[in-house]
């Protein structure tokens, strides 16, 4: 017996040494298929990545030209100097330098504002000063006058290098795996951290005392069963389980969590006559078929560049239910006279005007919040509500607790010790009450003098959080040990900047950045198409004009020739406000003639404007639509090139070339213009006017040249 089994073991090793050739040969033979296909990959990312580099560049080198055309201050060196460090930065660093240095750039000179600290890491600085030698013509503006001076010029460097560093902040695109999975790792973390908090300890007893009879007073009056606003609705997203949005109505599952506080009989059927034996019958069937709890579905969707959001997808019945209470507390909430004004959710620009307001006064202070909805503690919220027990029921039974995770990437299922995240129509009313609560519970139990009026002037919009400066500190000192976490980096206490709903503001301006999250290309949708849309009569809007205007043009290439409509219209075109709708609006293809006196323009095809029988082309349906004021912004950067102090002449060539454009007869040289100036008249008739409109540093050129300025 041992002499067969010495015998067999050689055929053994034999044939297990044949397996590992065979596998051998073929993990060779998938290795080298999947590395000539990861050279593919990585040769096709190359070139997605070297044409990434050239919009981004034209996109920022535009910006560059707007400034000059704009600021006085920032002469033609020091542009060609940026102009050379953006084109070397970029090639080296790729599009991480428009999306995380230049917005690190932004952040840095916040805090300089905020703090008076500077510290620019991944910039060279200037030579004998703490500002970077990129951009140096437009800090040294800002840094030349003390941070509590004001003026207009520091105010509009400000805002010119807010928004080039801000401009690709929000710019979204591809996720790789490893980011994905850190997304879900710090979801699960932060989830574990807030489970670990204390909320009953001994030192906090008293704030949340309080915070509860806030809560208490303000919602003692509400009913959820007989509140004309609480009416339940589908939810307008995506379902857990996919149900056709006509479908919705309709329950197919019964939750037993749900159903013991408010019964499917009561809110989803419809009691009617005739109608009593189908509900028996659909409810019996549900009745067999129940399940004790509901889970929601994590997923992953683009928010910046590097960094994902993440969101819970309800159950259909869960969101059914969760839009009812929603609506109710938001009625209730901004009606309630201790909550009306302070509350907002219809409303976001009750923010934004206290955020412009106290960048000027410096008297509120806006705060930001990390991770808000991820942040707000089950536990948390059933001892607010603990005082109306209808209403903690209907609450806690429409959190979800068991998400569904992603197993690809290390996790299964959680058991959530948050109360609801991003997904959950109730997130939003219940975060704004937690916040509102809270903050005013630490105000009025601080020895802040007049702390009883300073309660009075808190604004919540969600995670948006504005508040008297002199309560900001012990804000920061106390609300973290509930459970939401702040970012101090992007609290503004001390400064003159603020920012709060969207709306950012730099001693009472606005200086809110266009951020592009898309650049039109062959391969982009519809999607990409209203995005870019936006961005470019953003730019229109705030003055920088060869943006939009580079913009327009990767627009028309990709999309085809698209109209001027009025901004509240719903069809797809380039936005102003005093345009006409579409109804008025036709677009041709046509030749332009070579060469014209008036224009100068070179041969090509161009969208052109019916106004009866007559035909205008591109830039003077730029006038058209955007009255003569364009034509006085762009002649007062003419003014500031050649220092020609005229304001009466500006406006008047203004009038002048609007109504020359609109084919306005009565049009004539102003008999008010000096004699000196009169070369310039000449040229301003005889030239281009297209050249007048979007080139305007070659313009300044030449009338600094004809005029000897």
């Not at 033979?29 to 070139?47: A, H, I, P």
């Not at 001076?149 to 401009?167: K, N, P």
Request: hydrophobic share 35%.
């Amino acid at each position: 017996m041992d002499y067969h089994t010495n015998a067999e073991k050689p055929k053994e090793a034999i044939a297990a040494l044949h397996h590992q050739v065979v596998a051998r040969a073929a993990r060779t033979k998938k290795n080298f298929s999947q590395y000539k296909r990861n050279q593919q990959l990585e040769k096709r990312s190359l070139l997605k990545w070297s044409k990434d580099n050239t919009d981004i560049l034209d996109y920022l080198t535009a910006l560059l030209d707007d400034g000059f055309n704009t600021l006085r201050f920032y002469s033609k060196a020091d542009q060609q100097a940026d102009l050379r460090t953006l084109e070397n930065r970029i090639r080296n660093e790729g599009p991480a330098f428009a999306t995380k240095t230049l917005p690190a750039l932004s952040s840095s000179l916040l805090n300089y504002i905020e703090t008076g600290v500077s510290h620019y890491p991944g910039f060279k600085l200037q030579s004998g000063t703490e500002y970077p030698a990129f951009l140096r013509g437009i800090f040294s503006v800002i840094y030349n006058v003390d941070r509590t001076e004001c003026t207009d010029d520091a105010v509009q460097a400000f805002r010119f290098i807010y928004q080039l560093g801000s401009a690709f902040k929000k710019f979204r695109g591809p996720y790789a795996s490893k980011v994905l999975r850190k997304n879900l790792a710090d979801f699960v973390a932060v989830d574990e951290e807030i489970g670990k908090i204390n909320i009953s300890s001994s030192h906090l007893t008293h704030i949340l005392q309080h915070a509860q009879a806030i809560v208490t007073r303000i919602f003692k009056d509400f009913d959820v069963d007989n509140d004309p606003d609480v009416k339940p609705r589908p939810g307008p997203g995506a379902t857990n389980t996919p149900v056709e949005k006509h479908m919705r109505y309709e329950p197919h599952v019964l939750y037993e969590q749900i159903e013991g506080c408010m019964p499917m009989l009561e809110w989803f059927f419809i009691p009617h006559l005739g109608y009593d034996a189908f509900k028996a019958r659909v409810f019996r069937k549900l009745v067999k078929t129940r399940v004790r709890r509901p889970t929601s579905r994590y997923k992953q969707i683009d928010k910046t560049a590097g960094k994902c959001r993440g969101i819970c997808i309800e159950e259909n019945e869960m969101q059914f239910m969760q839009q009812a209470l929603k609506n109710g507390l938001y009625a209730w909430l901004e009606n309630h006279p201790e909550t009306a004004g302070r509350i907002n959710f219809s409303d976001q620009s009750v923010n934004g005007r206290m955020a412009l307001l106290a960048s000027m006064s410096r008297l509120f202070a806006t705060i930001d919040m990390s991770e808000a909805s991820d942040r707000i503690l089950r536990i948390l919220i059933a001892f607010l509500f603990a005082n109306l027990p209808r209403l903690r029921d209907c609450l806690l039974a429409l959190s979800t607790q068991r998400i569904d995770l992603i197993p690809e990437h290390g996790y299964r299922y959680m058991e959530a010790n948050k109360y609801a995240p991003m997904g959950s129509a109730l997130c939003f009313p219940v975060m704004a009450i937690a916040h509102f609560s809270l903050c005013k519970a630490i105000i009025l139990e601080s020895n802040i003098e007049d702390r009883m009026n300073l309660s009075k002037q808190l604004y919540v919009y969600g995670d948006d959080i504005i508040l008297p400066s002199q309560c900001a500190q012990a804000v920061f000192d106390w609300l973290p040990q509930f459970g939401p976490k702040l970012n101090q980096s992007k609290s503004y206490v001390q400064g003159y900047f603020r920012e709060s709903c969207g709306l950012h503001a730099y001693r009472g301006m606005e200086v809110t950045p266009v951020y592009v999250k898309y650049i039109p290309n062959s391969s982009s949708g519809a999607d990409v198409l209203l995005s870019a849309l936006a961005t470019e009569y953003g730019l229109y809007k705030r003055g920088f004009y060869s943006t939009a205007k580079l913009l327009r043009q990767r627009i028309t290439f990709y999309y085809g020739s698209l109209p001027y409509v009025n901004v509240k219209s719903s069809i797809a075109g380039f936005q102003r406000d005093d345009a006409n709708d579409l109804a008025h609006i036709k677009s041709y293809a046509v030749k332009k003639r070579k060469y014209n006196d008036r224009t100068r323009c070179p041969i090509g095809t161009t969208p052109l404007r019916k106004f009866g029988a007559s035909y205008l082309p591109d830039w003077r349906e730029e006038c058209v639509t955007n009255g003569y004021q364009s034509f006085e912004y762009r002649l007062r950067v003419i003014r500031q090139k050649i220092n020609s102090p005229d304001e009466s002449l500006m406006k008047e060539t203004s009038r002048y070339m609007f109504k020359l454009c609109t084919g306005t007869k009565e049009a004539m040289i102003p008999t008010s213009a000096p004699d000196q100036h009169e070369i310039v008249w000449r040229w301003v008739l005889d030239s281009a006017l297209t050249t007048a409109l979007d080139q305007t540093s070659d313009v300044a050129k030449t009338i600094g040249r004809k005029t000897g300025c």
